[in-house]
């Protein structure tokens, strides 16, 4: 058994369930079902899932003039490049 079978074990060690005592058995489930929840809610986390309920912040758009100027800087560095792999001696 798991680590989590363990803990039901050692937790359940107290009770002694009889035929006729029925609060015991419902102490018991409704502690199990407040793990239970407790589990699923920190698996949620873990996993991303939730992720839609934390505030993202907008993205910013860039304007088309604020793109081209970024293309062209990157042209002219992609073609410096160019040209000192071409010729290693000379710049």
Do not use: C
């Amino acid at each position: 058994m798991g680590d989590i079978g363990r803990k039901i074990e050692d937790h359940m060690v107290g009770y002694l369930v009889t035929e006729g005592d029925q609060t015991d058995t419902r102490q018991i489930l409704a502690e199990l079902d407040k793990e239970i929840a407790n589990l699923q809610s920190a698996r949620a986390l873990l996993a991303g899932s939730s992720a839609s309920s934390l505030k993202t912040s907008k993205r910013r758009t860039m304007s088309a003039e604020a793109r081209e100027r970024i293309a062209d800087a990157q042209r002219k560095r992609w073609a410096k490049a160019k040209k000192l792999t071409k010729f290693p001696g000379k710049k």
